[in-house]
């Protein structure tokens, strides 16, 4: 392709995102206090344990702070007898495995299943 074809569309996309800016900017104070609020209900709200079985590697990003969070409170086990490390949810179920390599020299986790 020549160079205005590939200049155009980004001179397009600037544009549209310099309106973009000009629209957030213009927001009233009642809009923004609005905005805050919607935020916080987002946050504030309850999300369901996942179920059983390694998360997609496109995850949301809820589903990826539903992977991370149980980790941090929930019980996790590194199984000697299958090298695996094993999470679990607050019922004590475990969801997802990975496998564990240790050779003494390089220490390795695989993806989790």
Sequence with gaps: GSVASVVAPVATDTASRNASKADV???????????????????DTVVAELGV??????????????????????KMVANKATNR???????????????LNDDGAIYTEDKAT
């Design 85 to 99: 490390l094993e999470a679990h949810n607050a019922a004590g179920t475990k969801t997802w495995s990975k496998v």
């Design 25 to 43: 900017s213009g927001l009233s104070v009642l809009d923004a206090a609005a905005v805050l609020a919607e935020v916080n209900a987002a946050l």
């Design 53 to 74: 079985g390694a998360p997609a590697n496109t995850a949301s990003i809820r589903t990826m702070l539903a992977t991370i969070y149980p980790m941090l409170i929930n």
